[in-house]
């Protein structure tokens, strides 16, 4: 990575992210037992949410802080039975919107890590 950009400006930025999740959220409403998870009847805002946050992560604006405070990740998903299953699945719709990105061999395997650990820190539900 070049020492002048950031993640998400080697990577396309803010349309390289909107693409990563809407692809994303496409699997997630076709998958009943994780769109379970998502209480609202919309996607869209889980969406907006998610966006926000990973732009932020990687060096993008700073909208997610600015509008809902520090991310706090396991603590804003506790209320939701995260199981292994369930982490299994997002990742499976995540790893396709990933492929579907086309990015370099290593831009690919810098952000897949980094939402391999997420996922798998998200648990909090055995079973």
């Known amino acids: 990575m070049s020492q002048d ?11 390289t992210f909107v693409r990563l999740v809407h692809t994303f959220y496409e699997g997630v409403a076709t998958d009943v037992p994780l769109r379970a998870l998502y ?26 802080s600015q509008q809902r405070g520090h991310p706090r990740l ?15 699945r ?3 719709h995540m790893r396709e919107a990933v492929s579907s990105l086309r990015l370099s061999p290593a831009d690919e395997a810098t952000l897949w890590d980094y939402l391999e650990r997420a996922a798998h820190s998200m648990v909090n539900t055995p079973g």
């Open 5 to 15: 950009l950031t993640f998400y400006e080697q990577v396309g930025g803010h349309d």
């Open 39 to 64: 209480p609202d009847a919309d996607l869209a805002a889980a969406e907006q949410r998610l966006l926000m946050f990973l732009e932020q992560y990687w060096g993008g604006p700073t909208t997610y």
């Open 74 to 88: 396991r603590l804003r998903h506790q209320p939701y039975p995260v199981t292994l299953d369930m982490r299994d």
């Open 90 to 92: 997002w990742l499976k």
